[in-house]
Nanobody, 125 residues
Framework: QVRLVESGGGLVLAGGSLRLSCEVS????????MGWFRQAPGKEREFVAA????????SYADSVKGRFTISRVNAEDTTVLQANSLKPEDTAVYYC??????????????????WGQGTQVIVSF
């Protein structure tokens, strides 16, 4: 059984940075395409970023492109979302997720079968 555990969330001032990590256990990270999603209060879950199994492909939401970077260290079974130039509208619970999809990493949450419990990010003015 695959288990995902996020960490690294917190409170940060606008313009600051956070490094979110997702550790995979139960299976090796290299088996999966990994994604990050977020959900703000009163809003639907939305795609943030994703990375293919071999790091050959990445996808980003337009709202985070140029500010967020997704990466993975398969040897450490860890996926990282580096979030820079944070804005108050980035405030949300951030979730990592695993997919068995091949090819370009999917942006549809329905294609991910395992989810972490989430880590809270709060960006203040």
């Amino acid at each position: 059984q695959v288990r995902l555990v996020e960490s690294g969330g917190g409170l940060v001032l606008a313009g600051g940075s956070l490094r979110l990590s997702c550790e995979v256990s139960g299976r090796t990270l290299s088996s999966y395409t990994m994604g990050w999603f977020r959900q703000a209060p009163g809003k639907e879950r939305e795609f943030v970023a994703a990375i293919s199994r071999n790091s050959g492909g990445t996808s980003y939401a337009d709202s985070v492109k140029g500010r967020f970077t997704i990466s993975r260290v398969n040897a450490e079974d860890t996926t990282v979302l580096q979030a820079n130039s944070l804005k108050p509208e980035d405030t949300a619970v951030y979730y990592c997720a695993a997919s068995v999809a091949l090819g370009p990493p999917p942006t549809d949450g329905g294609r991910y079968f395992a989810w972490g419990q989430g880590t809270q990010v709060i960006v203040s003015f």
